[in-house]
């Protein structure tokens, strides 16, 4: 009978859980990342007025941009 090693041994492995782990932090951190980035944008767009001058569709269409990338 073959002795079974653990995964967690296996550098393969722990490589391919490592990249799974920073795909998965970066992916919410780009959730928080483009409200805030379209309000960063309406900020500058609008210098100090009211009213915002930026299109409504930003985040979707950054969100929509993203996802046709992968």
């Known amino acids: ?20 782990l920073a795909s998965y932090v970066g992916d919410q951190a780009q959730g928080l990342a483009m409200p805030l980035l379209v309000l960063a944008v309406n900020r500058l767009g609008d210098r100090g007025r009211s009213g915002a001058r930026t299109p409504n569709g930003v985040v979707p269409g950054f969100r929509a941009a993203r996802r046709r990338a992968r």
């Open 1 to 20: 009978m073959t002795e079974q090693r653990s995964l967690w041994r296996d550098r393969d492995f722990t490589i391919l859980l490592g990249g799974q």
